[in-house]
């Protein structure tokens, strides 16, 4: 199979282009910075797309740093302008791929609390569930060409070096982490091997529409820095207000890491998919070594 990662450079597309090629696929990838074994984006056209089998879209700006307006702007803009050339150059394609795996992310729901959350669940009305309806309504066209369209909705992805469990990480081996706020809110998870098992699983099963790519066993907030901490041997006993944390941080930090999100993969879960690392504790030893 040829499959074409955009955003391949990041985190969740390096690591899917490195296990489809030990697979035997062929990876075509594409970069804002084309390197040696990637394309630029004036290259995703029509013709190219007569030649490839898959999509998977994941170009987006990093969510990190404080939103600005500008920010906001960068990262709709992103998102939406890397969609709509991959979501043309399929439709306008002579023979366009079988299937189109479309990121999106956990942020379509908004806060909902202690609410399961399946993918027939209705939208949040924040900034990240906007650009999550905008980021999905964008792939929608590749439908009338009859290519499969998957919108895989991310929640948090761990690794080692990269994403949110760095950041964890650090604070956490320094001994200033605790709970954020009242810690009571649902962080969504998954790891990054699973999550790129979980894509790979997408291509191959007839599987269409939104797909919540998350642990079956989200966790508290305080639940998930105690047993980090537990994981690394630190003490996890400094509280961040929410208060602290909406001045240190604005919107950005509110969203991230005080918003409750309590996913659950009914789709993946349906379909056969099974989790390796299905429990905390154990995908945080084996991420880290420990």
């Known amino acids: 199979m040829k499959v074409l990662v955009t955003g391949v450079s990041g985190l969740i597309g390096s690591a899917l282009a490195s296990e489809l090629t030990v697979q035997g696929h062929e990876v075509v990838g594409v970069s804002r910075v084309p390197a040696t074994a990637a394309i630029g984006w004036k290259d995703v056209t029509p013709s ?13 700006e990093t969510i990190s740093g404080r939103w ?3 920010k906001k702007r960068l990262i709709t803009k992103s998102r939406l302008d890397a969609t709509e050339t991959v979501t043309e150059a399929i439709r ?36 990240l569930a906007e650009l999550c309806r905008k980021w999905e309504t964008a792939a929608a066209p590749v439908t009338a060409v009859n290519t499969r369209l998957v919108l895989a909705r991310f929640s948090v992805v761990l690794a080692s070096e990269g994403g949110a469990l760095k950041r964890l990480k650090t604070v956490t081996r320094l001994g200033i982490s605790g709970p954020l706020g009242t810690g009571r809110q649902w962080w969504s998870w998954i790891s990054l091997h699973d999550a790129v098992r979980a894509i790979l699983h997408l291509l191959e099963n007839d599987i ?53 999100a309590r996913l659950q993969p009914s789709v993946l879960s349906a379909e056969g ?18």
């Open 48 to 60: 190219l797309m007569n030649n490839i089998d898959a999509v998977v879209n994941l170009a987006g």
């Open 68 to 70: 600005t307006d500008a």
């Open 92 to 127: 306008q394609s002579e023979h366009p791929p079988t299937v189109l795996i479309q990121a999106s992310a956990s942020g379509y729901y908004g806060s909902r609390g202690d609410e399961a959350l399946v993918e027939s669940s209705s939208s949040g009305s924040d900034f």
């Open 208 to 260: 269409s529409g939104p797909v919540n790519v998350a642990s079956e066993q989200p966790q508290r907030q305080r639940a998930f820095t105690k047993t980090l901490g537990t994981v690394l041997r630190r003490p996890v006993l400094l509280p961040a207000p929410r208060i602290a944390i909406k001045a240190a941080l604005g919107e950005m930090g509110e969203s991230l890491l005080l918003h409750s």
């Open 273 to 290: 998919f099974e989790f390796q690392d299905g429990d905390l504790e154990h995908a945080l030893r084996r991420i880290l070594g420990i």
